[in-house]
């Protein structure tokens, strides 16, 4: 029998996500200890405390199911974001939430927009659905930052086929950013029949005077999708919740395809005691500011050219075909991400750590490009 005979033609095409490569599986394959893994942004400060005792205290009713609606941890986020509960959908992490959205409004004969070096799972989700993907190339630095999102070259990409641009904010692995004003054009300029989601999964980490809240807009424009996660600045990149803020009407599609009981009863309860945890948040934005200015700095001190960054995360080009590097790294005991299937083949992204994980990747890559 020939399976992939049997497998639908969008999903043929389909390479697997690559996730950052676990601790244990090094541990493994090099046999060594003390691995210092910054390859998947997650939050080097670990999560909260309070999160932490609200998921000990779920536990104690794993065997019931969790509340498929969530009603607990919306009427929270309701009342952090000023936004409707009814406004609020709650995915296994955003990708789940992103996945639905594909599921409702994508699918043969319609395209998807987002931009080159964009985040790995709107290609996915984009051809898993079957739909097109339109890349619009990125900025090559004469009118914008370099690798980031070219809204010009976005719109010029935009067609009455197109249903979804997926826009993230600040971009992930390019670290990059849009402002208020560029940003709010952008929406403007759409037709409404054009779907945005605006993935803010790194909202928490930018300090940035003109840097957009998209919830902002959600009254002016009814075709609007913004995104967050608990995964990155709140600490709970395990306990996979994230969740989208629409309009009701939006909200209600989404819903009609979420799996019933997506998101577990842990994961519900430590999202809302992370929302409350206003001190771990703080340490957490505090020591990424710290950590991202001293990678910057390390990678300027030695003439790597680095692409500036407003993430818990920074790209830089090792000069050559990075895979070499990588590897090297890993030997070192250090893992980080290669991003060639992002299109910068010759860069590695890294995750802010705690202080002396940033100076061991530093004298680790020291020695890897001496080598
Ligand atoms: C990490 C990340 C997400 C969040 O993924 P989760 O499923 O919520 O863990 C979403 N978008 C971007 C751009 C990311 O980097």
């Given at each position: 029998?020939?399976?992939?005979?049997?497998?639908?033609?969008?999903?043929?095409?389909?390479?697997?996500?690559?996730?950052?490569?676990p601790?244990?599986?090094?541990?493994?394959?090099?046999?060594?200890?003390?691995?210092?893994?910054?390859?998947?942004?997650?939050?080097p400060?670990?999560?909260?405390?309070?999160?932490?005792?609200?998921?000990?205290?779920?536990?104690?009713?794993?065997?019931?199911?969790?509340?498929?609606?969530?009603?607990?941890l919306?009427?929270?986020?309701?009342?952090?974001?000023?936004?409707?509960?009814?406004?609020?959908?709650?995915?296994?992490?955003?990708?789940?939430?992103?996945?639905?959205?594909?599921?409702?409004?994508?699918?043969?004969?319609?395209?998807?927009?987002?931009?080159?070096?964009?985040?790995?799972?709107?290609?996915?989700?984009?051809?898993?659905a079957?739909?097109?993907?339109?890349?619009?190339?990125?900025?090559?630095?004469?009118?914008?930052?370099?690798?980031?999102?070219?809204?010009k070259?976005?719109?010029?990409?935009?067609?009455?086929?197109?249903?979804?641009?997926?826009?993230?904010?600040?971009?992930?692995?390019?670290?990059?950013?849009?402002?208020?004003?560029?940003?709010?054009?952008?929406?403007?300029?759409?037709?409404?029949?054009?779907?945005?989601?605006?993935?803010?999964?790194?909202?928490?980490?930018v300090?940035?005077?003109?840097h957009?809240?998209?919830?902002?807009?959600?009254?002016?424009?009814?075709?609007?999708?913004?995104?967050?996660?608990f995964?990155?600045?709140?600490?709970?990149?395990?306990?996979?919740?994230?969740?989208?803020?629409?309009?009701?009407?939006?909200?209600?599609?989404l819903?009609?395809?979420?799996?019933?009981?997506?998101?577990?009863?842990?994961?519900?309860?430590?999202?809302?005691a992370?929302?409350?945890?206003?001190?771990?948040?703080?340490?957490?934005?505090?020591l990424?500011?710290?950590?991202?200015?001293?990678l910057?700095?390390?990678?300027?001190?030695?003439?790597?050219?680095?692409?500036p960054?407003?993430?818990?995360?920074?790209?830089?080009?090792t000069?050559?075909?990075?895979?070499?590097?990588?590897?090297?790294?890993?030997?070192?005991?250090?893992?980080?991400?290669?991003?060639?299937?992002?299109?910068?083949?010759?860069?590695?992204?890294?995750?802010?750590?705690?202080?002396?994980?940033?100076?061991?990747?530093?004298?680790?890559l020291?020695?890897?490009?001496a080598?």
């Open positions: 029998m020939h399976i992939e005979s049997l497998a639908l033609p969008s999903i043929r095409g389909l390479t697997p996500y690559q996730p950052g490569k601790i244990s599986e090094l541990e493994r394959e090099l046999g060594i200890r003390d691995i210092i893994k910054l390859a998947s942004n997650e939050n400060l670990g999560p909260g405390p309070l999160a932490l005792a609200a998921a000990r205290t779920a536990l104690e009713s794993c065997h019931l199911y969790p509340d498929g609606g969530g009603f607990e919306k009427a929270a986020l309701a009342r952090h974001l000023r936004v409707e509960p009814a406004q609020i959908t709650l995915g296994n992490g955003s990708n789940d939430v992103l996945e639905l959205i594909a599921r409702v409004f994508l699918g043969p004969g319609v395209e998807a927009v987002f931009s080159e070096h964009a985040f790995a799972v709107y290609p996915l989700a984009t051809q898993a079957g739909a097109r993907a339109v890349v619009a190339p990125a900025h090559d630095g004469s009118r914008g930052p370099r690798y980031g999102h070219d809204l070259a976005m719109h010029a990409c935009v067609t009455p086929l197109t249903r979804v641009v997926f826009i993230a904010n600040p971009n992930n692995p390019t670290g990059t950013r849009l402002g208020q004003a560029e940003l709010r054009g952008f929406m403007e300029s759409l037709p409404d029949t054009t779907l945005v989601v605006v993935d803010e999964a790194y909202f928490e980490y300090n940035a005077p003109d957009p809240d998209a919830l902002d807009w959600l009254a002016d424009f009814p075709q609007l999708i913004v995104t967050r996660t995964s990155k600045a709140y600490g709970l990149a395990g306990f996979r919740i994230g969740y989208s803020v629409s309009s009701p009407e939006l909200a209600n599609w819903n009609r395809v979420r799996l019933p009981f997506n998101v577990s009863s842990p994961a519900l309860e430590a999202a809302r992370a929302l409350e945890d206003t001190a771990h948040l703080q340490r957490s934005v505090q990424n500011r710290e950590g991202l200015a001293v910057s700095e390390g990678f300027a001190a030695r003439k790597l050219d680095y692409i960054s407003v993430g818990n995360f920074v790209c830089f080009d000069g050559r075909a990075a895979g070499t590097v990588y590897d090297a790294l890993l030997r070192e005991g250090i893992i980080v991400r290669p991003v060639a299937n992002y299109g910068l083949p010759r860069h590695l992204r890294v995750t802010v750590g705690l202080p002396e994980q940033n100076q061991m990747f530093l004298g680790a020291d020695k890897v490009l080598a």
